[in-house]
């Protein structure tokens, strides 16, 4: 990654829709050669962000910087260096896998003599080889997004912009999309770019945000916390985090919370975690010994209990509160 180096800048950045805000004056830098997560709960204004990065949608206040150009000034110099798989992507279901790569060639202007070549490079980075002439509709979910991937990058752009990629996949084909996301930005855009392609990507699920070297978590149209997974969890933790395996989880949390909630131990959360429970809160060394007590007067019995790193999921749920 090349920390010097920009490939996205937002300043101020801002959309209203009517008397709606759906962005409110975001700042953020995705720095080229790095996978910069875009993180927030349905609605927080991450499709606008993009849709906006990408010159589509004009911003009601502020600027964007794309590969040194003015994202909306500049919007045509910009689109043949930057690719997209957006929310919806819209690969053609009638038509088999390389049609619609030929589709999306021909789209973004490459030539009769470097679509097979360029094809061929897609259908081998996807895996997707051995299965050209299967029609789209009958791939899994996990291999279309894995054809779309390879639409959105026919042109090697230097800025791949992915909205929910992987959203409704399973978590194997899921890591399977991960691994073609850290091989494309360690390898070369093309032969002027020296690093490899910026990408930015919105997600939903917290495993994917620990693995994006630097993030952003949006929420109502800000942002509540930016830079790498590990930062993020020093800003925004206060407490430590108590990971309990108990017999009975569910009554467990119920426990905690109704001791919480009287006033009685100090906790700033107490989370369901399936079988497990987190409890966050300042000074757990000296909490442990007054939550065992509390809980095996409940008849709860603890298999495991120990002090742990904060997840993002963690952070988050503290930072949403
Ligand atoms: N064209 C529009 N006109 C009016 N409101 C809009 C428009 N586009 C988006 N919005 C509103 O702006 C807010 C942000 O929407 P956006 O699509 O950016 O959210 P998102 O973070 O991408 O959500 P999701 O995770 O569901 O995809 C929502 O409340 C949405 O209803
Ligand atoms: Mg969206």
Same mark, same amino acid.
């Given at each position: 990654m090349n920390n010097k180096i920009p490939a996205v800048t937002a300043r101020g950045l801002t959309k209203y829709f009517g008397d709606f805000t759906a962005v409110n004056e975001i700042d953020f830098e995705v720095c080229r050669g790095e996978i910069f997560g875009f993180l927030g709960p349905n609605g927080s204004g991450k499709t606008t962000t993009i849709r906006m990065l990408l010159g589509l949608l004009q911003p009601s206040a502020g600027s964007i910087s794309v590969l040194g150009l003015d994202a909306h000034g500049d919007a045509a110099s910009i689109r043949p260096r930057v690719g997209y798989m957006s929310q919806r992507f819209s690969l053609y279901n009638d038509l088999t896998v390389i049609q619609n790569l030929k589709f999306y060639g021909a789209a973004y202007g490459l030539s009769e003599a470097l679509l097979p070549e360029r094809i061929q490079e897609a259908l081998q980075m996807a895996g997707l080889e051995g299965r @050209?002439?299967?029609?789209?509709? #009958?791939?899994s979910g996990g291999w279309r997004q894995r054809l779309a991937l390879s639409a959105a990058i026919l042109h090697r752009p230097e800025v791949l912009f992915l909205d @929910?990629?992987?959203?409704?996949? #399973?978590p194997i084909s899921r890591r399977a999309f991960w691994d073609l996301l850290y091989r494309l930005v360690t390898?070369?855009?093309?032969?002027?770019?020296?690093?490899g392609v910026t990408v930015f990507v919105t997600t939903h699920y917290m495993d994917e945000a620990e693995h994006c070297h630097r993030l952003a978590f949006i929420q109502r149209g800000e942002i509540i916390a930016y830079g790498s997974p590990k930062d993020i969890k020093h800003q925004k933790m206060s407490g430590q985090v108590l990971e309990i395996a108990p017999s009975n989880a569910v009554a467990a949390v119920k426990v905690l919370r109704e001791a919480r909630d009287s006033g009685k131990l100090p906790f700033d959360e107490v989370e369901l975690y399936g079988a497990l429970v987190h409890v966050v809160a300042p000074g757990m060394e000296e909490l442990q010994s007054r939550i065992t007590t509390e809980l095996r007067q409940a008849s709860i019995h603890i298999e495991q209990m120990q002090i742990i790193e904060p997840s993002l999921e963690d952070v988050f749920i503290a930072s949403m509160r």
């Open positions: @050209e002439y299967a029609k789209t509709k #009958d791939l @929910e990629p992987t959203a409704g996949v #399973d390898t070369p855009a093309n032969e002027e770019t020296q690093g």
